[in-house]
Nanobody
Framework: QVQMVESGGGLVQTGGSLTLSCVAS?????????MGWFREAPGKEREIVAG????????YVADAVKGRFTISRDDSKNTVTLHMSNLKPEDTAVYYC?????????????WGQGTQVTVSS
């Protein structure tokens, strides 16, 4: 009912920047969905990175990326964007977007294929 397509990943050096995009679609998707980005590093559990409420009235950013990552949304394009700067090797992971519950941390069940981000040291 809801599909997510992530893009923008790649290989970047430490200190570099990347911008990830997610386009949401589907019969039941609306701009009233809270949205967010997660990441899953090798051998680790998937974790929330950032979330944004519908209408962009509030955001959540995980402590590990605070001050370096920014989340935004463009509801005219059904797009959620994650701007990542000052990247570190520990940011290496597959990044996924998803709809969120109202706590802006818990994902629903609309996982996409993800996009790989690799930060070289």
């Amino acid at each position: 009912q809801v599909q997510m397509v992530e893009s923008g990943g790649g290989l970047v050096q430490t200190g570099g920047s990347l911008t990830l995009s997610c386009v949401a679609s589907g019969r039941t998707y609306t701009s009233r969905h809270h949205m967010g980005w997660f990441r899953e590093a090798p051998g680790k559990e998937r974790e929330i990175v950032a979330g944004i409420a519908w209408g962009a009235t509030s955001t959540y950013v995980a402590d590990a990326v605070k001050g370096r990552f920014t989340i935004s949304r463009d509801d005219s394009k059904n797009t959620v964007t994650l701007h990542m700067s000052n990247l570190k090797p520990e940011d290496t992971a597959v990044y996924y977007c998803n709809a969120l519950r109202s706590d802006l941390r818990t994902g629903l069940d609309y996982w996409g294929q993800g996009t790989q981000v690799t930060v070289s040291s």
